[in-house]
Nanobody
Framework: QVQLVESGGGLVQAGGSLRLSCAAS????????MGWFRQAPGKEREFVAG????????YYADAVKGRFTISRDNARNTGYLQMNSLKPEDTAVYYC?????????????????WGQGTQVTVSS
């Protein structure tokens, strides 16, 4: 079992930045995958970014490519999502999740463990 705790959400103006954190209870997430997803009101949950814990290869949704950066800190067993140039359409609850595989996937059902979510609101 892996517990995930997100933090770092909040209210920011368009063009601003936020960094989300996801702390995992498991001693190491290697060789699994951590993903970030988001869900806006009235919309389905969607993939944002993913990272292989071993090696650090990353994958991004087109909507955030070039603006968001996913990373991980092995020593802290914590993942991060740095969000720059935020837009009002980025407003959503953001979730981190862990998939017990070695390939980053965008498929929600593939992820085994989920955090509680953190609200990100971008004002125009």
């Amino acid at each position: 079992q892996v517990q995930l705790v997100e933090s770092g959400g909040g209210l920011v103006q368009a063009g601003g930045s936020l960094r989300l954190s996801c702390a995992a209870s498991k001693r190491t997430l290697s060789p699994y995958v951590m993903g970030w997803f988001r869900q806006a009101p009235g919309k389905e949950r969607e993939f944002v970014a993913g990272i292989r814990w071993t090696g650090g290869s990353t994958y991004y949704a087109d909507a955030v490519k070039g603006r968001f950066t996913i990373s991980r800190d092995n020593a802290r067993n914590t993942g991060y999502l740095q969000m720059n140039s935020l837009k009002p359409e980025d407003t959503a609850v953001y979730y981190c999740a862990v998939d017990r595989s070695v390939v980053v996937t965008t498929i929600i059902a593939s992820y085994d463990y989920w955090g509680q979510g953190t609200q990100v609101t971008v004002s125009s």
